[in-house]
């Protein structure tokens, strides 16, 4: 660091405790103005809390925050954005019955609205960063690209110098994420300082000048330069000294198909083709992955599968049985299991006890006449809170209290009890800390040696890589292509995700 | 100079909620004493004659135990409806179309002999409320309408029948001109219990206790306590979210509908534009201070029954009973209050000095 | 049907519409910032007792009005402080703030009961205006209050629509995090909906007391604190459509008493249910429309906001 340059931003030691958590342990970060600066770190290092309080949205329970080696408190985003502070949250602040030009005003407007001053005012900062975009369209009519492009004008017209970018390019496509790659070079050389939060390293490559990487809530490495840096020692920094990684499994010969797609098409929550003619098997004793940016379909194939979405047409077998438009129950029935990527909203029910949450799958067989059997209950929930190293407290208190490994382990474990044939896993490791992550991915292994029919979709490339016997890879609800995660190089897959099919 | 901010608490205070409950009946009681003092009566003079007339006496407990069966009715079909997260807010002309079904049985019924009489009116007091009940969860199962306001709206239309069939068609020949409707014949008259209290009270207990049963040990009641938590995971489960909506409320309606046929059958002579005197919305404050649990509706409906026949006692003293009313709003927002902070802290944050917790 | 009596009818469905109208739009008001408050039938009770007794003791129409004004946007804040600032639920609260609203309107006003008014809100005197057929008589010898109405409904479209503060307001009422990352207190916007909702109750209940019937009774306000409810569904949440609507719901409190002069054979009683279908009939096509595009309910209509969750 040129030790010349004023730097925009300090953070030291930032604590921030949630009740059961602690985010933050101490994180520092000084960023150097006009550059773009890459705060990195595994899901829960604690990376967005600790932008969060940059913004104001948190209070930190101690520590101390310099802009432009100012001392500042802020008690709520009105004042970090007064200090030039803006961020871009990873779930996008707008009001979707706005307008473009109303969001982007919101907050800073004139006692009174000229809405076409406010449009033209708004499309020609628009115009000026190269953001197309019209003012006038309500947000809810507009895709995930053009929204993020609302966001940043929303920072750009309150002329903020200070940026913060929360995984921006989690709902882009590699080619809109190049896109705002340039946008923010452009942002950087105006002067403005850029927080660039992510864990893809390539990105961090690409268009960061320096990164900070944060592990368990704290600083682990400082505004190294990227440039001098090398990818793998940033990977090592994120992950710590020793990470404890799945090894392949060893290969196997597979058998009968178990799941069999067809000609399926899937419409998504705002009516729009998600999923677009796509076929696919998945036969005993195999992990078939699924890879892509997320949003291509991904979520909706897996809640076709379950029964949890309706198909516009295709059909689905499982177990030689057509479950085309079968409940979950009889879905259940039939040999499947499901891991949810919305675990507490989808897979399990927060209010309620572990032994509850355990037989949510099969309490239909715990019954005694209209009354649930109460020591089945418990004794199959044993069985499962024992197999799978579950770790609670009394069975008998809601599951709020449980961490989110063993909430995970809690979850995997009933779907994977029972007669189960074929399993869909939606982000089963997502979020969890290393010895979760390993946990998971070996219970994975094993129902494939005892010859489940696995799809595991991910946004982890490298779980996939490691995982799969096959790999294919989604883009706009379609299968771009299909790779042998042995062989395969990294670019080919990538280029599929991005939706250019490898010759 | 700081800021105070709510702040989370690790963990939920044990104990909490009761003791909420317990300092928002002191804070109502107290406020209560000031507005009396400041009217000029004695307020402590006032709190005893309404002690007296509802717990002082085997006759006092009667009427209380008569006026805590609508509320207890009334409190669990809302806990029902709230046991899904759903707002019936529609117990009043449920209550009331109960009452006019069972109205209906008693005027076609002459003649039946008594216990098959009021069986019949019972069962279509339930019947009349879950009617009103039905439309709101066709909406809301079917095509996702609020059911808090289609609830809302249907206590006025159900009010409207009411008064219409009381001015019009139902209206006594011998009642000289006033709108009254005939009065029920004896057969049609719930059986006493001890003093004033009648059989209502049995017949409320039981369903309150039967659906406590049913919420907790049923394979029935464990899908709708998952359908509770979230809907997501219930579709996930096989279980059906429409068919449960639709249930719940139909069935919180015929719950609602039940304490009208037994308002009518036991307490009042006669159809009357008042036999529902706001038990339904008092029926959402119960619920809501008993946290949507069976048990915990018995009990604050015991207390709310008590409240109001002490409050209509102390009009003799000259106090206007809406005293009470205004006790039993005070005791939920006291509790409401207390309960705050059972789950949160208050913290001082300034701005010279952050201190670590 | 004579030409008097239908003027009778508009004249007081210009009454009635303007009564409604009142309450109507300040449940519009807190239901925009995202605040549905069910006491408005307690808040207009307030209004009422309160006119009527400061009436009483100052021979003064217009303080009483101001005082029913801010002792019902006080007494509103109870409903705020309690699901604003606390995170209650909305609708036990507001439920709550109506039996409160009408026990202790009751026990205030219980020595005003048939008491004469001590002032009321005469009709503005237009002059040679009030002359003018029809319009005289129906627009130009009214209580100031529907012209009160009138310029709070083109107020609230303005402010609602055309200021910054406004924008933010709905935009609370829509996705309050949002609103909170732009630099908005959600705390005071709301605050300040559900306050100004109150006053506006107020002011429909004073209505009542200081113009309408000038006289204190319990429950004078007669469940028209729940029309008012109906009427911002019906009005779909624009101050310009639940005026139509309040014209129309006025119509009918109008008609009511009237139906036999006209000699219409229909009962009066059950032609007072039609607001409440009616707003139920709306309410479904506003949510059968809400499959494709965003509700014309405030999105976050009945959730409380607190931003250090997690």
Known sequence: MNSSTPLAVRLVDIWKRFPGVIANAGATLSVTEGTIHAVLGENGAGKSTLMNVLAGMYRPDAGEIQVKGEPCWFQSPADALSAGIGMVHQEFRLVPSFTVAENVVLGTAERILRRSSIETDVGNLAHEFGLSIDPSRPVWQLSMGERQRVEILKTLYRNAQILILDEPTAVLTPKEADELGTTLREMAKTGRSIIFISHKLHEVKEFCDEATVLRDGKTVAASLLVKDTETVELAGLMVGSSPATTNRPVPQTRGEPLLSISGLRILDDRFLPAVQDLSLDVYSGEIVGIAGVSGNGQRELAQAIAGLRSMTSGTVTINGENLTNALPVDRSKAGLGYVPEDRLGVGLAPRLNVIENAILRNYRNLRQGPLLAEEQMITYCEDIVDRFGVRTGPLAEPIAGLSGGNLQRLLVGRELSGNLKVLVAAQPTRGLDVKGVKAIQDLLVAERSRGVAILLISEDLDELLTLSDRLLVMHEGKILGEFDPETAKRHDIGAAMAGEVAT | MGRLILVRREKILRGGQPLAFLIGLTIAMTIGILLLAISGHDPFAVYERMVEASVGSPKAWSITLNRAVPLGLAGLAVAVAGSMGLWNIGAEGQILAGAIMAAWVARIGEGWPSPILITVMLLAAVAGGALLGLGPAVARAQIGVNEIITTLMLNEVALRLLQWLIHGPWKDPESRGFPLAPILPEEARLPGLFQRAHWGAIIALLVIALFGLVASKTAWGYELRVAGSSGATALYAGISLKKKILTVLVLSGGIAGLAGGIELSGNSDRIVEGISAGYGFAGIIVAALALLRPSGVAAVALLFGAVQVGGLSIQTMGVSSSVSTILQALILFGAIGAGVFSRYSIKRVSKEKMDVK | ?310
């Open chain 3, 1 to 310: 049907m004579t030409e008097a009596s239908m003027i009778g009818l508009l004249s007081a469905t210009v009454s009635f519409g303007a009564l409604l109208y009142l309450a109507a739009l300040g449940e519009l008001i807190s239901e925009k910032a995202g605040i549905l408050n069910l006491g408005v039938e307690g808040m207009m009770a307030i209004g009422a007792v309160t006119g009527f007794m400061v009436a009483l003791e100052t021979e003064n129409p217009w303080l009483a009005l101001i005082v029913a004004m801010i002792v019902g946007a006080l007494f509103a804040l109870i409903h705020g402080l309690f699901t604003v600032v606390l995170g209650a639920e909305q609708v036990v609260s507001g439920l709550s703030l109506t039996i409160l609203g009408l026990g202790l309107s009751a026990f205030i006003g219980k020595n005003a009961v048939g008491r004469p008014p001590g002032a009321v809100l005469a009709p503005v005197d237009w002059g040679p205006l009030s002359d003018i057929p029809w319009v005289g008589p129906i627009l130009l010898s009214q209580s100031p209050l529907i012209y009160f109405a009138i310029l709070a409904g083109i107020g609230t479209s303005f402010f609602l629509s055309r200021t910054s503060f406004g924008l933010a307001l709905r935009g609370a009422g829509e996705s309050a995090s949002t609103v909170d990352t732009a630099g908005h207190s959600v705390l005071r916007l709301r605050l300040g909906a559900v306050a100004a909702g109150g006053a506006l109750a107020g002011a429909s209940g004073a209505y009542l007391t200081l113009s309408l019937t000038p006289q204190w009774t319990e429950g004078v306000t007669a469940g028209r604190g729940w029309i008012a409810v109906a009427l911002v569904i019906f009005g779909a949440w624009r101050p310009g459509r639940a005026a139509i609507g309040a014209l129309l719901f006025g119509g009918l409190l109008a008609l009511k008493t009237r139906l036999q002069t006209f000699g219409v054979d229909i009962s009066p009683i059950l032609l007072s249910m039609i607001p409440y279908l009616l707003t139920i009939g709306v309410l479904i096509v506003i949510s059968i429309r809400a499959r494709h595009q965003p509700s014309a309910a405030p999105a976050a209509l009945g959730q409380a906001y607190r931003r250090e969750e997690r």
